[in-house]
């Protein structure tokens, strides 16, 4: 077997380049360690949306699918797997970190087997970010491939402890599983209010309610807008929506029905949400599941109180009655009771946001970071001494 081996490491990155938390994560990822002398090899069909810094130790390689009219449905998976070993024997790639199992991983395992025809040795490490497990993984037409995929893994990583349960729980795992969280960039983060920007949407009586997400079913977009209409009759505050996506017509449409006017602006896609985020007052994320919730991080990182549900790993990062509230998923009243008496009681909003910004530190990346080195690290190591 051939064997790649520096002392820093050139390793892939395969992920989602759109609106979403494992493409944040693996961006972030990848730029961190580029910055600690790894060369990291960004692979998708589109530029990761926050990959907006290269260095001489970032590239990118897109994968494209060719239009050929006997498909009726495009085989992208194959021709990301084509790409992937394409990559690792040009660019002699150490490792690949592969984030979502559909079909990164499974992608990633077939090219790990097509390399070793090759004489090279690939390790995978494959991250499962949630509804790879949880939406995906219990549907009968993907299961199969997912539980093999992780299996094959050398290394599989989930972002929550909640995660790695459901994933024990749906599936035949054979490989350990290690729970290594999502993290922040806290250099990134503003805590300082640009009251000019904050003018633009509200006036100093007016609190600030945030949501931001890809706006899909699980969101539950519409509960945020329940939620406002009720505090909004109790406090004056203004509610932005930020992100975009398939539930965005019915809960404009629901701002409509009930009368909200310009008290709602939906903005749209903001890829610096971080400005945004620091002159939120509270942050809701009513979702019906969540593996993490690296929003919510986001906005406890910008000192910002959050209103969410209890489900999956959400409460890993919001702590009841110290950084935010959670409710069980649906309960609009309990949330919306909970924003209420955070906006009426300034001590405790400023006492919350406090506690968010601290609880942020702890999933600060300098931590994470020796984590997922020590993983690439030992699976180089491995091969090695194969
Ligand atoms: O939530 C989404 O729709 C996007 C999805 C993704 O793959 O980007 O997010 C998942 O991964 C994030 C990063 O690990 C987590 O913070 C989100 O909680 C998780 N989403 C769900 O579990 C629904």
Same mark, same amino acid.
């Given at each position: 077997?051939? %064997?790649?081996?520096?002392?820093?490491?050139?390793?892939?990155? +395969?992920?989602? =380049?759109?609106?979403?938390?494992?493409?944040?994560?693996?961006?972030?990822?990848?730029?961190?360690?580029?910055?600690?002398?790894?060369?990291?090899? /960004?692979?998708?069909?589109?530029?990761?949306?926050?990959?907006?810094? /290269?260095?001489?130790?970032?590239?990118?390689?897109?994968?494209?699918? =060719?239009?050929?009219?006997?498909?009726?449905?495009?085989?992208?998976?194959?021709?990301?797997? !084509?790409?992937?070993?394409?990559?690792?024997?040009?660019?002699?790639?150490?490792?690949?970190?592969?984030?979502?199992?559909?079909?990164?991983?499974?992608?990633?395992?077939?090219?790990?087997?097509?390399?070793?025809?090759?004489?090279?040795?690939?390790?995978? +490490?494959?991250?499962?970010?949630?509804?790879?497990?949880?939406?995906?993984?219990?549907?009968?037409? /993907?299961?199969?491939?997912?539980?093999?995929?992780?299996?094959?893994?050398?290394?599989?990583? +989930?972002?929550?402890?909640?995660?790695?349960?459901?994933?024990?729980?749906?599936?035949? @795992?054979?490989?350990?599983?290690?729970? @290594?969280?999502?993290?922040?960039?806290? !250099?990134?983060?503003?805590?300082?209010?640009?009251?000019?920007?904050?003018?633009?949407?509200?006036?100093?009586?007016?609190?600030?309610?945030?949501?931001?997400?890809?706006?899909?079913? %699980?969101?539950?977009?519409?509960?945020?807008?329940?939620?406002?209409?009720?505090?909004?009759?109790? +406090?004056?505050?203004?509610?932005?929506? @930020?992100?975009?996506? =398939?539930?965005?017509?019915?809960?404009?449409?629901?701002?409509?029905? $009930?009368?909200? &006017?310009?008290?709602?602006? #939906?903005?749209?896609?903001?890829?610096?949400?971080?400005?945004?985020?620091?002159?939120?007052?509270?942050? %809701?994320?009513?979702?019906?599941?969540?593996? /993490?919730?690296?929003?919510?991080?986001?906005?406890?990182?910008?000192?910002?109180?959050?209103?969410?549900?209890?489900? &999956?790993?959400?409460?890993?990062?919001?702590?009841?009655?110290?950084?935010? #509230?959670?409710?069980?998923?649906?309960?609009?009243?309990?949330?919306?009771?909970?924003?209420?008496?955070?906006?009426?009681?300034?001590?405790? $909003?400023?006492?919350?946001?406090?506690?968010?910004?601290?609880?942020?530190?702890?999933?600060?990346?300098?931590?994470?970071? =020796?984590?997922?080195?020590?993983?690439?690290?030992?699976?180089?190591?491995?091969?090695?001494?194969?």
């Amino acid at each position: 077997m051939i %064997v790649y081996m520096t002392n820093k490491l050139r390793i892939g990155i +395969v992920c989602y =380049p759109t609106y979403g938390g494992s493409g944040v994560i693996a961006t972030e990822l990848g730029i961190a360690l580029s910055e600690e002398g790894h060369e990291v090899h /960004f692979i998708s069909y589109d530029q990761p949306f926050r990959l907006d810094l /290269f260095s001489e130790k970032i590239y990118y390689h897109e994968v494209t699918v =060719p239009d050929y009219p006997l498909f009726e449905y495009a085989p992208y998976e194959l021709n990301l797997t !084509s790409k992937l070993v394409d990559v690792a024997m040009h660019e002699k790639l150490n490792i690949l970190h592969v984030h979502y199992a559909i079909p990164h991983a499974s992608a990633a395992v077939n090219a790990k087997q097509i390399l070793a025809t090759y004489g090279i040795d690939l390790p995978i +490490v494959t991250t499962l970010h949630g509804t790879d497990i949880t939406l995906l993984g219990k549907d009968k037409s /993907f299961q199969p491939v997912i539980e093999y995929a992780i299996n094959m893994s050398d290394a599989v990583t +989930v972002v929550s402890e909640d995660l790695k349960r459901e994933t024990l729980e749906y599936f035949n @795992i054979k490989k350990e599983i290690q729970t @290594i969280s999502n993290f922040i960039d806290m !250099s990134l983060y503003q805590k300082t209010v640009d009251e000019k920007l904050r003018g633009n949407f509200a006036n100093k009586e007016e609190f600030i309610i945030t949501h931001i997400s890809n706006f899909r079913k %699980v969101k539950r977009v519409k509960d945020v807008v329940r939620i406002f209409d009720k505090v909004n009759r109790e +406090v004056p505050c203004k509610l932005l929506m @930020i992100g975009d996506g =398939p539930e965005r017509l019915q809960a404009e449409e629901l701002c409509r029905e $009930l009368g909200m &006017g310009s008290r709602v602006r #939906f903005l749209g896609k903001i890829r610096v949400i971080e400005k945004m985020l620091a002159i939120s007052d509270v942050f %809701v994320l009513p979702s019906e599941t969540e593996s /993490f919730g690296l929003v919510a991080l986001e906005a406890m990182a910008s000192e910002t109180a959050v209103i969410s549900t209890n489900s &999956g790993g959400i409460s890993e990062v919001n702590i009841e009655g110290k950084t935010g #509230f959670l409710s069980s998923v649906g309960d609009v009243d309990k949330m919306a009771e909970d924003t209420i008496t955070l906006l009426k009681d300034r001590e405790l $909003l400023k006492s919350f946001k406090i506690n968010a910004l601290a609880h942020a530190k702890s999933f600060s990346i300098q931590d994470v970071l =020796p984590k997922y080195n020590a993983i690439y690290l030992g699976l180089c190591y491995i091969k090695k001494n194969r």
